[in-house]
């Protein structure tokens, strides 16, 4: 073949010379504020990242997402802050960011513009990720807009991730890819953490349809090759989100593992929402030694079950009632029973467990071979249930025993213990409209699998 996939997608053991055992935690400026950034705003957001007590939670990285950037590229092809809006030049940004104990996060793009139509990384990933490292950035969010469609994702990302191994400095690498091409499948060798679907939007109806698109995906991310990106969160906006909605998406995000980057307006946040960012025992299940995403276990109408392995033998689980929404419905039947049975998670008959509510954190007592919660419309109880005899073992999996999740014969090679791609990976190639065929590989007409033979 002209290009082997194996070699163009080599062993990465440690990306950017780092190895990211937990999920990221911060703040993003683009639900916030869109365009709409400046020095003084992002210096507001880091102090009061302090302040707010976030940072000492564990929320420490402070990301500039688009439009921090002049328009265009100088004549020595470096990119360079916007001199109206960061006057201090964007080393000094990030120097004010660490200087209050955070992180510093910036954003790009795999194409010739950013999402916004500033200058993107494509053709300049060598100079770009120098100039990031020269700024002290640790986190670069990489988007996916302005490409044309021969230009083969994966090796707009791989330029990238390699232009930043390069430098010698560690950069978590998250990948915005909105889920383009099964990234489950490829972004675990390209950078720490990769998105899994569209853009999410400020609204109940988008939090749902992200889990419906994430459940059976855990299987191939973890603490040992990265994280599943489900987007940032809709935690605290004025977005009509319910609070218990809020507390079902923090919990749920923070179950399956993924980063989680608030993306609220610090100013001016709502002292019961900032308190669900602040529940140090949910943001445990995320952080967790293990580093094993939990997934969906079991579903029935309105009625869900999440769960994943904690380190040690217990369990994270969340139990979730998203019964329809309208109003009357509320009034009817504003709470409804769910049970998890010890054996859907991986303890076994006759086994006493702790039962504790994350939220609250509290013991509800101790119980044999099953819970019994009563949750709230549109909201959930995340509980950690903790075998107290018996065997303690973590290494249960929420993809175990579960037929839906059984591995097919296009995907077994991806799940982390066999060759990387088959040749017949359905995604090598894609149809589009009018029956054109749309390739996603260097030359062709030589790929096999897309009409083409094999060199």
Request: hydrophobic share 40%; with cysteine.
């Amino acid at each position: 073949m002209a290009r082997q996939v194996l070699l163009l997608l080599a062993a990465l053991a440690v990306c950017s010379g780092l190895e990211i055992r937990r999920p990221a935690l911060g703040f993003n400026t683009w639900n916030a504020f869109y365009r709409d950034i400046n020095e003084t705003l992002v210096q507001q957001q880091a102090n009061l990242m302090v302040s707010l007590g976030l940072r000492d939670v564990g929320f420490e990285y402070l990301v500039l997402d688009d439009c921090w950037a002049e328009k265009e590229r100088p004549a020595d092809g470096r990119l360079v802050g916007n001199k109206r809006t960061f006057p201090s030049g964007m080393k000094a940004m990030g120097e004010y960011i660490k200087g209050r104990g955070l992180k510093f996060g910036i954003y790009s793009d795999a194409g010739s513009l950013t999402c916004a139509k500033y200058p993107g990384s494509l053709g300049y990933e060598k100079e770009d990720a120098d100039t990031f490292a020269s700024w002290g950035v640790d986190y670069l969010k990489y988007d996916n807009c302005h490409a044309r469609r021969d230009y083969w994702i994966l090796d707009r990302y791989a330029a990238m991730r390699d232009a930043l191994n390069a430098t010698g400095r560690p950069i978590v690498y998250s990948l915005c890819q909105w889920g383009v091409m099964e990234a489950h499948l490829w972004g675990p060798k390209m950078g720490h953490s990769w998105r899994t679907t569209e853009d999410i939007r400020p609204t109940w109806d988008s939090v749902l349809k992200t889990l419906d698109y994430n459940v059976g995906l855990s299987r191939f991310a973890g603490s040992d090759v990265g994280w599943l990106d489900l987007d940032m969160l809709y935690v605290g906006n004025d977005t009509g989100l319910r609070l218990g909605e809020q507390r079902a998406h923090f919990a749920l995000w923070s179950l399956y593992k993924s980063p989680l980057m608030i993306g609220h307006d610090l100013r001016d946040f709502p002292k019961q929402s900032l308190s669900i960012l602040l529940s140090k025992e949910v943001i445990a299940v995320n952080q967790d030694d293990l580093g094993v995403p939990g997934d969906l276990i079991w579903r029935q109408g309105h009625k869900r079950i999440y769960a994943g392995p904690l380190a040690g033998g217990a369990r994270a689980v969340v139990l979730a009632n998203f019964q329809f929404a309208h109003p009357t419905a509320f009034q009817q039947c504003p709470r409804t029973n769910i049970t998890v049975f010890w054996g859907q998670i991986g303890l076994q008959p006759g086994q006493r467990a702790r039962v504790r509510d994350l939220y609250e954190e509290r013991d509800l007592g101790e119980f044999v071979d099953s819970f019994t919660g009563s949750v709230e419309a549109h909201n959930v109880l995340a509980l950690r249930v903790t075998p107290l005899n018996g065997p303690l073992d973590d290494g249960w999996r929420p993809w175990h025993g579960q037929p839906a999740y059984a591995a097919q014969a296009a995907n077994v090679a991806v799940q982390r213990y066999e060759d990387w791609v088959p040749k017949s990976a359905p995604w090598r190639c894609m149809k589009a409209g009018g029956g054109d065929t749309v390739f996603q590989q260097p030359d062709p007409a030589k790929q096999p699998g897309c009409g083409g033979k094999d060199r």
